[in-house]
């Protein structure tokens, strides 16, 4: 026969079984709370999903870009940004440099030192420099001229942004660029 001791074990035990959906149960505002967040985690998942989407096709876009030898041909080109018809300042372009990346833009700035053997330039700001690669000019004397006398006021550049290649001397983005005006 079971001692005085363990009958007190069942009884609580039971006790504890009883009370337990009580004290677990969640009352209807927390329910209705959790749904909200959980509704408005799921918005917020949608909207990356989105943003990612956007990102990956800009990748693949200068993935291909990369691939292919030479300077990118103008079908290639991302179009600018909406609202960059504006002539950008070299630090806007450097704080901004992922929404420029494969697009052509038009930048204005000071010209720092002029590197012959690239056929470049350096635009300078506060933030760091831009490398103008005068490659894709057509005019030979515009060229020659960059290159050869010291550029004393600011240049407006026009042309396609790229990543430097690694040991970029620096320069933190690369224009090609496609018209530069004194």
Known sequence: ???????????????ALALMPAACAQPP?????????????????QALKEKLAQVE????????LLKRPGSPPEAAVLPAPPG????????????????YLGTRVTVRGE???VLMH???????????MVEVLFGGLPDQKMVQRLTS???????????????PPKGGGGA?????AEAVEF
């Not at 026969?1 to 006790?15: D, E, F, S, V, Y």
């Not at 470049?120 to 760091?128: D, I, M, N, Q, R």
């Not at 933190?172 to 090609?176: P, R, S, V």
């Open 29 to 45: 505002a927390a329910n209705e709370e959790l749904r909200k967040e959980v509704q408005g985690l799921k918005t917020e998942v």
């Open 111 to 113: 010209a720092g030192p």
């Open 172 to 176: 933190k983005l690369q224009i090609t």
């Open 84 to 99: 960059s018809p504006e002539i950008l300042t070299v630090s806007r372009l450097l704080t901004e440099k992922e929404r």
């Open 57 to 64: 096709a800009r990748q693949q876009t200068m993935l291909d």
């Open 1 to 15: 026969m079971p001692t005085h001791r363990a009958w007190q074990k069942w009884i609580i035990l039971g006790a």
């Open 149 to 163: 006398t010291p550029v004393d006021a600011p240049l407006t550049v026009t042309g396609v942004v790229s990543l």
């Open 118 to 128: 690239h056929k470049s330039l350096l635009l300078k700001a506060p933030e760091g």
